[in-house]
């Protein structure tokens, strides 16, 4: 079965520090991985975007990598910021699949002062 | 360049009632994507549409649910004699044409439907 697990479900940092969330996929013959955000009540904003044939992506402070061979990715998160509270989504299209997305549950990040 | 759209934010529906949901995709998308997120839960596909055709819809119920993607005007996911399990957050999500993906997807705010 194709499936996307997020470890941990749940984190709280303190202010500056650096963070990795993780992200883990059973099959991988994957299109590509896409990491989200979530605030409470809202919708879904993309952060970034990994194709199949890439192994990380840079926006600012984020950073996301890939290893398809071990079904992996992660998201570095640095100089963490309360502003960057919220859940943190991982969805996979795999091969085949017509472009669905496969999300994780999420992990929620709590950024305190 | 307008978003996402989808409407209404919130919706409050009595048990055996009837729920739509619009979503309009962003300008020059017209690939359309439903999800459902229930309380506690991940993001669940439901269907997959593209103009006047439903391309993938695995992920939808047999029954009550329906959803279309006419030539003209949103995307509807329309739930028939709506029961309290269909309280959820739906979400909508568009892609530009040809792409299966490789621009990434861009989501609605969502629409918050509460079963009373």
């Known amino acids: 079965k194709q499936e996307v697990t997020q470890i941990p479900a749940a984190l709280s940092v303190p202010e500056g520090e650096n963070l990795v969330l993780n992200c883990s996929f059973t099959?991988?013959?994957?299109?590509?991985l896409q990491w989200f955000r979530q605030d409470p009540g809202k919708g879904l904003t993309s952060l970034l975007l990994?194709?199949?044939?890439?192994r990380e992506q840079t926006s600012g402070r984020l950073n996301a990598s890939l290893d398809k061979s071990s079904g992996r990715s992660t998201l570095y998160i640095a100089a963490s910021q309360p502003g960057d509270s919220a859940t943190y989504l991982c969805?996979?299209?795999?091969?085949?699949?017509?472009?669905?997305?496969?999300f994780g549950t999420g992990t929620r990040l709590q950024v305190t002062l | 360049n307008a978003g996402v759209m989808q409407n209404p934010r919130h919706l409050v529906r009595r048990r055996g009632q009837e729920a739509r949901l619009r979503c309009s995709p962003m300008?020059?998308?017209?690939?359309v994507y439903w999800y459902r997120q229930l309380p506690e839960e991940g993001l669940k596909f439901m269907v997959y549409?593209?103009?006047?055709?439903?391309?993938?819809e695995s992920g939808m119920p047999k029954e009550r649910f329906s959803a279309e993607f006419p030539k003209e005007g949103p995307s509807i996911l329309r739930i028939q004699q709506v029961v309290r399990g269909d309280s959820a957050a739906y979400f909508c999500?568009?892609?530009?044409?040809?792409?299966?993906?490789?621009?990434?997807?861009?989501f609605g705010s969502g629409t918050r439907l509460t079963v009373v």
């Open positions: 999500a568009s892609s530009p044409p040809g792409s299966g993906g490789d621009y990434g997807y861009t």
């Open positions: 969805a996979v299209i795999y091969t085949g699949t017509a472009s669905k997305l496969t």
């Open positions: 300008k020059g998308h017209s690939h």
């Open positions: 549409l593209q103009k006047e055709n439903i391309i993938d």
């Open positions: 099959d991988s013959a994957i299109y590509n």
């Open positions: 990994i194709q199949s044939s890439q």
